[in-house]
T-cell receptor, first 114, second 111 residues
Framework: SAVISQKPSRDICQRGTSLTIQCQVD?????MFWYRQQPGQSLTLIAT?????????ESGFVIDKFPISRPNLTFSTLTVSNLSPEDSSIYLC???????????FGQGTRLTVV | GENVEQHPSTLSVQEGDSAVIKCTYS??????FPWYKQELGKGPQLIID?????GEKKDQRIAVTLNKTAKHFSLHITETQPEDSAVYFC??????????FGRGTSLIVHP
């Protein structure tokens, strides 16, 4: 199993600023993902973080708003840029081996934009 | 792409009762069906999963059933306890290795 450390666990940010979320895994993993979970909603995939190349974004999410880095097989960051109140949500980092097995999640980052 | 529907959105039971959460999926290529439990302030955690070559799987008070013909799968929790209170998500993957999640069920177990 993979242990994921995600930080910060929560933050309150001013609109127009940015927040960078870090995800550290205790082992090398192939697949890393970033999800958004709006209050009372399901998990919406933002992007797949690819090691050594640009992230793959899902429909409705763009690199300018959600830049992602993946410098190695154990670490990734997600930045939420130009914050607005609509960005208030929980952001989750997830990893799996991409072979139809269990996904592991960080504890999430609760972002509130004021 | 895959579409996963989950019902009910909220389920309230008395301690000791059983709870059943149902999901349907659309992609017949899906072959892996995990269930996750998310407690307040935490990320989702796998509680049980089932693959398409199995019709039922049980782990103590938790069981999952799969009907591939009808494209639906269910989570059964028996003898519920207050600590079972959480949000439960079903998911399906296989057509794509990235899972598609249901909208979640908030289970409330009253002591």
């Amino acid at each position: 199993s993979a242990v994921i450390s995600q930080k910060p666990s929560r933050d309150i940010c001013q609109r127009g600023t940015s927040l960078t979320i870090q995800c550290q895994v205790d082992s090398q993993v192939t697949m890393m993902f970033w999800y958004r979970q709006q209050p009372g909603q399901s998990l919406t995939l933002i992007a797949t973080a690819n090691q050594g190349s640009e992230a793959t974004y899902e429909s409705g999410f763009v690199i300018d708003k959600f830049p992602i880095s993946r410098p190695n097989l154990t670490f990734s960051t997600l930045t939420v840029s130009n914050l607005s109140p609509e960005d208030s949500s929980i952001y989750l980092c997830s990893v799996d081996e991409g072979d139809y097995t269990e996904a592991f999640f960080g504890q999430g980052t609760r972002l509130t934009v004021v | 792409g895959e579409n996963v529907e989950q019902h009910p959105s909220t389920l309230s039971v008395q301690e000791g009762d059983s709870a059943v959460i149902k999901c349907t999926y659309s992609d017949s290529a899906s072959n892996y069906f995990p269930w996750y439990k998310q407690e307040l302030g935490k990320g989702p955690q796998l509680i049980i999963d089932i693959r398409s070559n199995v019709g039922e799987k049980k782990d103590q008070r938790i069981a999952v059933t799969l009907n591939k013909t009808a494209k639906h799968f269910s989570l059964h929790i028996t003898e519920t306890q207050p600590e079972d209170s959480a949000v439960y998500f079903c998911a399906a993957s296989g057509g794509s290795y990235i899972p598609t999640f249901g909208r979640g069920t908030s289970l409330i177990v009253h002591p």
